[in-house]
């Protein structure tokens, strides 16, 4: 199980505007709200598996959701990947049942804490986990044997230590169908 935070940008008005909050991620959020058929967006949500959703604080919630995710019976993909140098390398293999999935490369910071400099919680520290730092899907896979190469030189200079391969059905924001990670050397 791999889990990535998103932060959004819409809560900026209120006085700090997060570190790490990007209008994609919001932009993402409203996606994945629509896929669910929910009217409008919320913090803390919780995404699980590109199917299921709660509310992020409430524990009984997202228990369940981790249960509910598990059962799902699906394909279970690992790309192999791997740092060499300044790229990533990671294939995919034969997989004859997938016909748009979507391969998407995220660069992250594992933990991170940020000071709050404005706004209700001035002086607070915020900490970070698994924390999307950029992100771009490379294309659309057809489950054909397929290998990639990536340059990572931009995802360290914006201070990534880790990388993460997802396939996601639908698109970017269907369900998952297979992940890798490993850190950044």
Not at 56 to 65: F, N, R, T, Y
Not at 73 to 84: Q, W
Request: proline fraction near 3%; aromatic fraction near 10%; hydrophobic fraction near 40%.
């Amino acid at each position: 199980m791999l889990t990535l935070s998103w932060p959004v940008d819409y809560w900026d008005r209120l006085g700090w505007e997060d570190t790490f909050g990007k209008k994609y991620h919001s932009m993402r959020q409203k996606a994945y709200n629509k896929r669910f058929q929910r009217a409008g967006v919320f913090t803390p949500q919780m995404v699980f598996d590109g199917r299921l959703q709660a509310v992020g604080s409430k524990d009984g919630e997202v228990q369940k959701c981790i249960i509910d995710a598990r059962a799902i019976e699906r394909p279970h993909l690992t790309p192999d990947i791997k740092v060499n140098g300044d790229t990533v390398e990671f294939s995919l293999e034969d997989y004859a049942d997938l016909t748009m999935v979507a391969v998407r490369v995220v660069w992250y910071l594992a933990d991170v804490d940020v000071k709050i400099g404005d706004g209700e919680n001035q002086g607070r520290s915020l900490h970070y986990t698994n924390v999307v730092l950029d992100t771009e899907i490379l294309e659309d896979w057809d489950g054909k044997a397929k290998s990639f190469v990536v340059d990572m030189r931009k995802a360290r200079a914006m201070g990534a230590d880790h990388v993460a391969v997802l396939l996601q059905d639908e698109y970017g924001h269907g369900p998952m169908v297979g992940a890798a990670m490993t850190t950044l050397k």
